[in-house]
């Protein structure tokens, strides 16, 4: 649960699981000091957002290649990149638990943690942030959130309201994100076919026409089967023959590609976040970070 609280705060699944042992370490040493006059769970909350809030300070917001300029034609990639904490990363659903959800609830989580909404959220103040999640996320009331802040209510609800605006205006809407039904499993099963096959052609006709494709730490992003398919044929026809294996991150079904490994079977390349509307693919985010692999429990290296 922390987890999930601070991944949607630092927008770092690596920096979510610092904040974690620093709250669990903060916890230890000052529980002589906790009186009991608030619950336990909100007493880690405070520290894990002191905690989250020191982090955030002096630092640049993460964010997606398609928050950081228009999109880019296949053959002018330059291969130039951003440092590693310039970008939001993916977090394994199992990371996010909610283990006593309804299916309706499993689907505002599933929702709360999809990218573009994390990358929304990293474009509020910290303490926004903090509110914004504490209240439409975790449900909190206004005055629990008061009282963790050091706070008052009125300071809260204004919080909020300036926070919907910011996320309204980049036209972030809350809703739900739906379990991934029977027709979305075979084109799920299709992409996957066409991807290790490298029949780029069957693969791009699973695109939506506005479909999107990132690779972080690259700074450019590509939009549209024509582009895509330029890219899957050009620069990035190093993916040929590559294996994946299924996941599930940020709500979205997902893979770990594995390129082949000149020494033998296949070796980790990016981690996959797959997003699907209807009947077709609308984003293609490739995070080429491989210490992901070992986040996500996927396998060091696939035998020949």
């Given at each position: 649960?922390?987890?999930?609280?601070?991944?949607?705060?630092?927008?770092?699944?690596?920096?979510?699981?610092?904040?974690?042992?620093?709250?669990?370490?903060?916890?230890?040493?000052?529980?002589?000091?906790?009186?009991?006059?608030?619950?336990?769970?909100?007493?880690?909350?405070?520290?894990?957002?002191?905690?989250?809030?020191?982090?955030?300070?002096?630092?640049?917001?993460?964010?997606?290649?398609?928050?950081l300029g228009p999109s880019s034609a296949a053959d002018r990639f330059t291969g130039a990149t951003r440092p590693g904490d310039a970008w939001v990363e993916p977090i394994p659903d199992a990371r996010v638990p909610s283990p006593d959800a309804d299916p309706a609830e499993l689907a505002e989580v599933r929702e709360s943690i999809r990218l573009a909404f994390?990358?929304?959220?990293?474009?509020?103040?910290?303490?926004?942030?903090?509110?914004?999640?504490?209240?439409?996320?975790?449900?909190?009331?206004?005055?629990?959130?008061?009282?963790?802040?050091?706070?008052?209510?009125?300071?809260?609800?204004?919080?909020?309201?300036?926070?919907?605006?910011?996320?309204?205006?980049?036209?972030?809407?809350?809703?739900?994100?739906?379990?991934?039904?029977?027709?979305?499993?075979?084109?799920?099963?299709?992409?996957?076919?066409?991807?290790?096959?490298?029949?780029?052609?069957?693969?791009?006709?699973?695109?939506?026409?506005?479909?999107?494709?990132?690779?972080?730490?690259?700074?450019?992003?590509?939009?549209?089967?024509?582009?895509?398919?330029?890219?899957?044929?050009?620069?990035?026809?190093?993916?040929?023959?590559?294996?994946?294996?299924?996941?599930?991150?940020?709500?979205?079904?997902?893979?770990?590609?594995?390129?082949?490994?000149?020494?033998?079977?296949?070796?980790?390349?990016?981690?996959?976040?797959?997003?699907?509307?209807?009947?077709?693919?609308?984003?293609?985010?490739?995070?080429?970070?491989?210490?992901?692999?070992?986040?996500?429990?996927?396998?060091?290296?696939?035998?020949?």
């Open positions: 649960e922390l987890t999930g609280y601070c991944y949607r705060m630092l927008g770092s699944v690596f920096e979510a699981d610092d904040a974690v042992q620093e709250t669990m370490l903060r916890a230890w040493r000052g529980f002589e000091r906790f009186e009991g006059r608030s619950a336990l769970r909100s007493w880690l909350y405070r520290i894990a957002t002191n905690v989250c809030l020191d982090m955030l300070r002096g630092r640049q917001r993460r964010a997606l290649a398609m928050d994390i990358t929304a959220l990293q474009h509020l103040p910290p303490r926004q942030r903090a509110v914004l999640i504490l209240r439409e996320v975790l449900r909190w009331q206004a005055a629990e959130v008061a009282e963790l802040l050091d706070t008052t209510v009125a300071s809260v609800n204004s919080a909020l309201q300036r926070a919907r605006a910011t996320l309204a205006a980049r036209h972030v809407e809350g809703g739900s994100v739906d379990q991934v039904d029977p027709e979305q499993q075979a084109l799920l099963a299709r992409y996957v076919d066409a991807f290790e096959r490298y029949d780029i052609t069957s693969l791009v006709a699973l695109l939506h026409e506005d479909a999107v494709m990132s690779m972080p730490p690259y700074d450019f992003w590509l939009r549209g089967p024509t582009e895509m398919s330029r890219w899957f044929l050009g620069e990035g026809s190093g993916c040929r023959g590559s294996r994946l294996v299924a996941t599930a991150a940020n709500g979205c079904p997902a893979f770990g590609s594995y390129r082949p490994d000149p020494q033998g079977g296949h070796r980790p390349w990016a981690v996959q976040v797959i997003e699907l509307s209807g009947d077709r693919i609308v984003g293609h985010h490739n995070f080429l970070d491989t210490a992901l692999f070992a986040t996500f429990d996927l396998p060091a290296h696939l035998p020949a």
